[in-house]
């Protein structure tokens, strides 16, 4: 069963409304039957939730119009909901001691229907499900009271005697706004887990009931929590789910739309900011890869100078202790070549320069011209055409060099 106490603004014919109480003064209509002063209140009362986001004054003014109207018929039913629906309104303008005043007004009410009193409207008593609903409302709007002025444990118990209630009947779309507004309260705290939970509460009962504002509302909830942490994607896929709604209802929805394009707007803002310190780091960290790859072939390239060099300073003491034992002979057998000096000669042979060669072993210049140096002292030639000359009667290039 839908919930009677939940009010949807969004169906309402506000000027078909407007119709029916138009032209009737109090005085006109005291002279009227019961049945025309019943349906101006109804009127009235309807008229006081349709104005309620979009014309909070007209609100106000319907919703008084529809408690006297109620009162002056002997109702029990319309005075409590006009009552507690001023209280509301003065809750929203954060007049707290009218908000008290016209709550227990609306307890009154309730109270007196509970008691099994009965009305105009319903000469036989009020039935129990729609007490619970009107007890059910009110204690959510207490709840609220308790939470602006401080006592949040007080605030809780009465939200769960409204849930209580709600469960009972499987109210889907009030137990959606408690649990929206029990998710704001946290949120408020700083209690994101517990808020996240409730948020995600509210829209899953929004969807049970297959009610798009109150999927809607608490997305745009979510999204603001998810900005509040720093996280713009996730808050960016809540605030986008509830654009979807506002931006087709946004007649009604007017408040709401502007609050979730803010809150889009931020989160872009945010995004942007990202996305620039995030390609300013990535090319930061591209420098300095760079760097440490020049670096490293670098070092890899001293290390095998250092290797080159390490190799030339052996040849030298080795050549060393060869000529204290060994006298000079031109004999192929007697000439001996180290692995770098048999490496570096056919590269002499084929007419490279001593930087090209450097550049393709990976040694310095200077080191290929002191090993060039060595294998003309080695083939006591005089400059590098002799010592190719030797060389290659000598045997050390093979066939191919012939």
């Known amino acids: 069963m839908a919930h009677a106490q939940y009010n949807d603004h969004r169906d309402r014919k506000l000027d078909s409304l407007e119709n029916v109480v138009a032209g009737w003064t109090p005085e006109q209509l005291e002279e009227q039957p019961f049945e025309t002063k019943a349906a101006v209140c109804k009127a009235y009362s309807e008229l006081m939730y349709g104005y309620e986001r979009i014309n909070p004054d007209r609100s106000m003014y319907a919703a008084r119009r529809a408690y006297t109207i109620g009162n002056e018929l002997g109702s ?58 009107a007890a059910s409302s009110l204690y959510g709007n207490i709840g609220n009271l308790y939470y602006e002025i401080d006592s949040i444990d007080r605030a809780m118990d009465y939200y769960a005697k409204a849930r209580q209630i709600f469960d009972k009947y499987d109210w889907k779309v009030s137990n959606a706004i408690l649990w929206h507004n029990m998710g704001d309260i946290w949120t408020e705290q700083d209690e994101f887990d517990k808020a996240i939970e409730c948020y995600d509460k509210a829209i899953g009962y929004g969807k049970a009931a297959d009610d798009s504002l109150w999927v809607a509302s608490p997305k745009l909830s979510l999204g603001a929590l998810y900005m509040k942490q720093g996280r713009t994607t996730k808050a960016m896929r809540y605030l986008k789910e509830a654009d979807e709604y506002y ?51 670098r070092i890899n390239r001293l290390n095998k100078e250092n290797t080159g060099a390490d190799e030339a300073i052996d040849e030298a003491l080795n050549e060393i202790e060869q000529r204290t034992y060994t006298p ?35 040694l310095t210049e200077q080191t290929i011209k002191w090993r060039r140096q060595r294998l003309m002292a080695k083939f006591d030639a005089r400059n590098t055409a002799e010592m190719l000359t030797k060389a290659r009667e000598l045997g050390f290039f093979g066939p191919a060099h012939a």
């Open 76 to 133: 029990l039913y319309q005075p409590y909901l006009a009552s507690k629906f001023i209280g509301q309104l003065y809750y929203n303008k954060e007049r707290y001691d009218s908000t008290i005043y016209y709550y227990n007004v609306s307890l009154g009410f309730l109270e007196r229907m509970t008691a099994g009193e009965a009305g105009p409207d319903n000469p036989d008593g009020y039935p129990r499900e729609k007490i619970d609903d």
């Open 247 to 297: 931006s087709v209802h946004q007649d009604q929805e007017y408040n709401d739309r502007i609050a979730t394009l803010d809150v889009m707007g931020q989160a872009l803002r945010v995004q942007k900011r990202q996305t620039t310190l995030l390609a300013a780091s990535m090319g930061i960290l591209v420098i300095v890869l760079l760097i440490l790859l020049f670096m490293s072939r």
């Open 328 to 362: 000079k002979s031109r004999y192929k057998e007697k000439i001996e070549l180290t692995e770098r000096e048999a490496e570096v000669l056919p590269l002499i042979a084929s007419g490279m320069t001593s930087k090209e060669i450097a550049q393709k072993i990976c």
